[in-house]
């Protein structure tokens, strides 16, 4: 071939490489133009076939097949509860377009789009997310599922301190359980498992040893205290009984009561110190009046809290503080008292009850701890902590209970739930904001029915708010068969009324027999339910309703002795009522403290997830 020819040879294969390079890079760039319009072939969104279709006709296929999924109620499972959630209500939607988007758009990659021409990828769908609403919906059933933890407590008891584990809460993990919504909401349904976590208390093992440690050390040995000429010897004991333990940023804060460690010794400190008085009313010619506080003479209670909480830990022979002799403040002065707007009486109400010796005991220990009582605004009376456990030591005898089941017993403090009556009755006519108040089992005819109260120590309480602007001073007193209670303040309604409903779901009494030497004997009393509005008015017109309902047991006759046969031909009808000695009237049961009626607790509102 010649030099001519081959040259020729050359230029004709250098024009074919370069015609085939111009054609290739022709049709790579009609690929790499056209590859955004539709989707390659076999690309899916959800299982659902995309391939060959524009964007506009995926988004419409994805809607059709996963939209009505996304619509779907989500069931969320945690622990032994289901909650029902809607996705819209939650914020959470189908994207159509953010989920087809991964198949469209233009690529000018070669391999991709050499992959283009042996079918398309598998996309999951987008879920659309309002982080506000999702947000509101799991803290919904966050707050139905939170236990928080419960902390150890310290306390000294009789001289000795015991320490109470505490018990771990739980709460649910909302990012957990939000994402885990998010990852449910476009697939088939099945139910979504909540993330609940275990929540430890926040005093660590360590954390409650040492406070451990310093309790005892600080019942181990009395604490002396000098002041002036006096040194007095705080017992082990009696700091015992002014040391409490509260939980403050994951430890055990110690605390001393200045007022109790000054009792202790206040004999001893008696030389030096010069009583001064709180202020107080007293009632005159129906008008409530200031008695005038007086300052005192002696060491502060602050004071001798702060110096003998500065060697609660040392150890025995390195326990003596000194502290200063100056003015004692009244926690209460005339002027603190003058602003509290005790001006009128607010109420009064005065329950009879028949007369016996226990009945005036008992009754009349309640009376008189109940007596001056100051409820400043804000704060809540509690009967139980007022009149203290019912024992001989407070001062209490044994009387008549309403026992199990509706029988009558004796036991200590007998008689104190009139006390409980008259106090909660006259606090409803004075306003006060019910927080407790439990009815006696059995309806006992002397009091109103569905307007009165009764207490067990340990079981439950009468409690009342003072939720008014105002101080609250309430007055008892006591005869042999009445005790009065009366609240006085400034009205802030022109009325409160008691209406009463009609008695309804009655339930007749049964008959029973005891043959037992304690038989006690009774007559039987319905069951039945009331409801009683207290009614509130102010500028003559009615401005507030608050309805009580209380549900009352049947209470059995009683009849002591054995269950008589019955004839089989009886010569003249048989009166079935009980003579009457064989069981009291049931006008007068003997009976005062005891097993609640159903239902009259304290108004709660109840936690749902809407």
């Known amino acids: 071939m010649t030099p001519q020819q081959n ?66 109620r989500l069931r ?6 289901t909650f029902i959630v809607r996705p819209a209500l939650a914020g959470l939607t189908l994207d159509a377009a953010a989920s087809v988007a991964p198949a469209f758009g233009h690529t000018w990659n070669p391999i991709g789009l050499v992959g283009r021409l042996f079918g398309g990828d598998a996309h999951p769908a987008v879920a659309a997310v309002d982080d506000d609403a999702l947000a509101v919906q799991t803290s919904l059933i966050a707050d139905a599922l939170a236990v928080p933890p419960v902390e150890p407590t310290l306390e000294i008891i009789d001289g000795e301190p015991v320490l109470t584990a505490g018990k771990a809460g739980r709460s649910l993990d909302q990012e957990a359980t939000a994402q885990a919504l998010i990852d449910a909401v476009l697939v088939k349904r099945a139910p979504v498992q909540a993330t609940v976590v275990k929540v430890e208390p926040s005093v660590t093992p360590e954390a409650q040893e ?115 002799v100056g003015v004692r403040q009244p926690s209460l002065t005339t002027e603190q008292a003058e602003a509290l707007g005790i001006t009128e009486r607010l109420s009064t109400f005065t329950q009879s009850f028949p007369y016996a010796a226990y009945r ?51 036991a200590l403090g007998g008689g104190v739930s009139t006390s409980a009556t008259a106090a909660w009755t006259a606090a409803f006519y004075a306003g006060m904001e019910r927080v407790q108040t439990v009815a006696h089992s059995i309806y006992i005819s002397r009091y109103k029915p569905g307007l009165e109260a009764t207490v067990a120590w340990g079981l439950f309480d009468l409690k009342f708010r003072n939720d008014m602007p105002t101080a609250v001073f309430i007055t008892s007193s006591i005869t042999n068969g009445s005790i009065t209670v009366s609240f006085w303040g400034t009205k802030e309604f022109d009325k409160i009324e008691a209406e009463y409903g009609n008695r309804t779901n009655i339930r007749k009494f049964d008959t029973i027999y005891d043959k037992s030497k304690e038989c006690l004997g009774q007559g039987g009393v319905d069951g039945f339910t009331i409801t009683v509005d207290r009614v509130f008015y102010k500028d003559g017109k009615e401005v507030r309703r608050e309805p009580i309902t209380t549900t009352y047991k049947p209470a059995p006759e009683v009849i002591c002795g054995k269950k008589p046969e019955k004839p089989d031909k009886p010569d003249k009808p048989v009166d079935p009522s009980p003579s009457p000695s064989a069981s009291p009237s049931p006008s007068d049961p003997p009976v005062d ?17 809407r």
């Open 360 to 410: 005036v005991q008992n009754i009349g220990q309640a009376a008189e701890r109940i007596n001056g009582t100051l409820l400043l605004p804000g704060e809540t009376f509690s009967l139980n902590d007022t009149i203290l456990e019912r024992t001989e030591k407070n001062g209490y005898t044994e009387g008549f209970v309403v026992g199990e089941g509706g029988v009558f017993a004796e």
């Open 593 to 609: 403290e005891g097993v609640p009626a159903s239902p009259s607790p304290s108004p709660t509102k109840p936690n749902r997830i």
């Open 76 to 81: 969320v499972v945690a622990l032994d509860q």
């Open 210 to 324: 040492e406070a451990m440690t310093l309790a005892r050390a600080a019942v181990g040995a009395p604490v002396a205290v000098r002041a002036e000429s006096v040194t007095a010897n705080i017992s082990g004991k009696a700091i015992g009984r002014a040391l409490s333990f509260t939980v403050v940023d994951g430890t055990f804060m110690p605390s001393l009561d200045g007022a109790a460690l000054h009792n202790a010794i206040r004999k001893e400190l008696s030389p030096i110190e010069e009583d001064g008085r709180d202020a107080t009313f007293r009632i005159r010619k129906g008008t409530p009046r200031v008695v005038k506080s007086k300052v005192g003479r002696g060491v502060s209670d602050e004071a001798l809290a702060v110096a003998v909480g500065q060697v609660l830990a040392e150890p025995r022979g390195q326990r003596t503080v000194t502290v200063p």
């Open 7 to 72: 040259l020729a040879l050359h230029r004709a294969i250098w024009l074919g490489v370069a015609a085939g390079v111009v054609l290739a890079l022709g049709a790579y760039l009609v690929a790499a133009l056209q590859s955004g319009s539709t989707a390659a072939s076999g690309t899916t969104v959800a299982g659902v076939d995309i391939g060959g279709l524009t964007r506009e006709e995926a988004q419409q296929a994805v809607e059709q097949a996963v939209g009505p999924t996304a619509g779907k």
